[in-house]
């Protein structure tokens, strides 16, 4: 079964807007990560946020994580067309596995 | 350096027939997981192989097995092929494992298409 749940399940924005992804998972993690998957292919690390920390920045994207909530969101910073994918948040899952949400398909238009 | 490769890119079998695919981690990674992806979803964990042993194993049936080399590829088989296993398969690698759940860095994945 997934742990985690993204959403939005797609979204379409301009090229320059930013795009915001939520994840909400469902018991206590060690740390949470966000993966980029473009049509099909394999999984790109984007960035990993550990459960003592709140927020980390890489380039344009920031992660937000809220353990209370259980939630974490990705905001990506003055898209591009580039960007346009599929965004996973993960969790690890008994120390031995990880656990990925459905995802969020993300469209920028040019 | 090179990254983690998988092999074949894609494959098309038979119900009832077996598969084999192949992975190779990052030099000096020593952890080996493999993901089945159906379209439309994200990833699901099958196996965790870590020092050439199982460390952890998701929900499959045990028609799904896999095994780590001394030089820490992988392969994961498949027996008794059913339509619902059309899917593709990735396996990821990470310098750590056996209880620590870190980065990945995935292959490209193989694309399995079982008529």
């Known amino acids: 079964s997934q742990q985690g749940e993204e959403d939005p399940q797609a979204l379409s924005i301009q090229e320059g807007e930013n795009a915001t992804m939520n994840c909400s998972y469902k018991t206590s993690i060690n740390n949470l990560q966000w993966y980029r998957q473009n049509s099909g292919r394999g999984l790109v690390h984007l960035i990993l946020i550990r459960s003592n920390e709140r927020e980390k920045h890489s380039g344009r994207l920031r992660v937000t994580l809220d353990t209370s909530k259980k939630s974490s969101s990705l905001l990506i910073t003055a898209s591009r067309a580039a960007d346009t994918a599929s965004y996973f948040c993960a969790t690890d899952f008994l120390n031995n596995d990880m656990r990925f949400g459905a995802g969020t398909r993300l469209t920028v238009k040019p | 350096d090179a990254g983690v490769t998988q092999s074949p890119t894609h494959l098309i079998k038979t119900r009832g027939q077996h598969v084999t695919l192949r992975c190779s981690p990052i030099?000096?990674?020593?952890?080996v997981s493999w993901y089945q992806q159906v379209l439309g979803q994200g990833p699901q964990f099958i196996f965790q192989y870590y020092e050439k042993e199982e460390r952890g194993r998701g929900n499959f049936p045990d028609r799904f097995s896999a095994r780590q080399f001394p030089n820490y590829s992988s392969e994961l088989n498949v027996n008794a092929l059913l339509l619902g296993d059309s899917a593709l398969y990735l396996c990821?690698?990470?310098?750590f494992g056996g209880g620590r759940a870190d980065t990945q860095y995935f292959g490209p994945g193989t694309r399995l298409t079982v008529l």
């Open positions: 030099s000096g990674h020593k952890s």
């Open positions: 990821a690698s990470s310098p």
